[in-house]
Nanobody, 113 residues
């Protein structure tokens, strides 16, 4: 059974930082490309960042230079360090295997102006 548990969300002022974590089980984690998605209020879910098993990363333009995705293959965890947060980063954030249809419950990030 696949489980994805996101944590670390919260309320932060614009310009602040948060670090999201995701614990994965039930998958061969070290070989999976993992992804962070987000769903802003009233909008569709969007891909934010990906990281391959070999730690190659990719980001959408809106977060480049502000967000950093990392992973620990020994602990089956993937993280998203978010700096210089903006109100438009407000969303529910999810982690998942990039090419599989498993979703966790998400973690809410709210950035106040």
């Amino acid at each position: 059974q696949v489980q994805l548990v996101e944590s670390g969300g919260g309320l932060v002022q614009a310009g602040g930082s948060l670090r999201l974590s995701c614990a994965a089980s039930g998958i061969v984690f070290s070989t999976e490309t993992m992804a962070w998605y987000r769903q802003p209020p009233g909008k569709q879910r969007e891909l934010v960042a990906t990281i391959t098993g070999g730690h190659m990363t990719n980001y959408i333009d809106a977060v480049k230079g502000r967000f950093t995705v990392s992973r620990d293959n020994a602990k089956n965890t993937v993280s998203l360090q978010m700096n210089s947060l903006k109100p438009e980063d407000t969303a529910v954030y999810y982690c998942k295997p990039r090419y599989k249809s498993y979703w966790g419950q998400g973690t809410q990030v709210t950035v106040s102006s």
